[in-house]
């Protein structure tokens, strides 16, 4: 759950929050750093001006929380029914919900961060086959032009403009398919009870002999097998 997360987050930046708390927050959430432009990935086809210009970082940072709070906000509560919502539901969220929203939102940040490194592609590489399926919009050949086009994106070196533009146009594409794709059903779905077996049903025994259910008083499964009428 998030308040987990955020006790985790906590725990884990105490040592540093205590020692040095100013630093340490100016260092972890620095907006006005200015990154170099000849290792950037995602933006080389931008005037190197624009690019390390402080207002091109606002513009940046602004989409960004656009873009969450319009999936927080107008998005994933469709999911749910008006009278139950997920922060106020004692039911558990299914695993395409709780992926899909994490996911979505890291392409968010990646699409439209101050800039990409080469290494960075490890942020969310691994995701991108679950996203473009989770678009039902696209055909396959959309799906996989995707996936081709931001991997070459990242297999250029040094980046140019041509392969700058072709990443972005690839991140654009999947955000708006996947605005336009269905929300996965959020609702946990029960597992079987403990009543029930997780192995193969047993087998029925056929008339005229034991079962494999076992015997009860030389009985099959404790029933009277009568004799046919000749």
């Avoid at 558990?92 to 968010?108: E, H, K, Q, R």
């Avoid at 055909?139 to 081709?148: I, S």
């Avoid at 991997?151 to 403009?161: D, M």
């Avoid at 047993?202 to 404790?222: V, Y």
Wanted: charged letters at 10%; proline letters at 10%.
């Amino acid at each position: 759950s998030f308040p987990r997360l955020f006790e985790l987050e906590l725990i884990l930046a105490a040592p540093f929050l205590t020692a040095a708390p100013v630093s340490y927050l100016r260092g972890a959430f620095d907006l006005g750093r200015v990154f170099m432009f000849k290792w950037t990935v995602n933006w080389k086809f931008l005037p190197e001006p624009i690019f390390v210009g402080k207002g091109f970082a606002l513009l940046l940072l602004g989409l960004t929380l656009l873009g969450w709070a319009a999936l927080f906000l107008l998005k994933w509560p469709r999911a749910w029914p008006s009278s139950k919502r997920p922060w106020g539901s004692k039911e558990g969220l299914s695993p395409a919900y709780i992926v899909s929203t994490l996911f979505v939102s890291n392409l968010v940040g990646v699409a439209l961060a101050r800039t990409l490194h080469y290494q960075f592609y490890a942020w969310y590489f691994h995701q991108l086959p679950f996203l473009v399926w989770l678009a039902p919009g696209l055909p396959l050949a959309a799906k996989l032009g995707l996936l081709a086009a931001v991997e070459a994106g990242f297999n250029v070196y040094p980046a140019t403009p041509g392969s700058s533009a072709l990443l972005q146009a690839a991140h654009l594409c999947l955000l708006a398919a996947l605005a336009a794709a269905p929300v996965p059903d959020p609702a946990c779905q029960a597992g079987p009870s403990a009543s029930q077996p997780l192995g193969p049903a047993p087998t029925q025994a056929k008339a005229g002999g034991p079962g494999r259910q076992g015997l009860e008083g030389g009985k099959p499964n404790g029933t009277q097998i009568k004799p046919k009428a000749h």
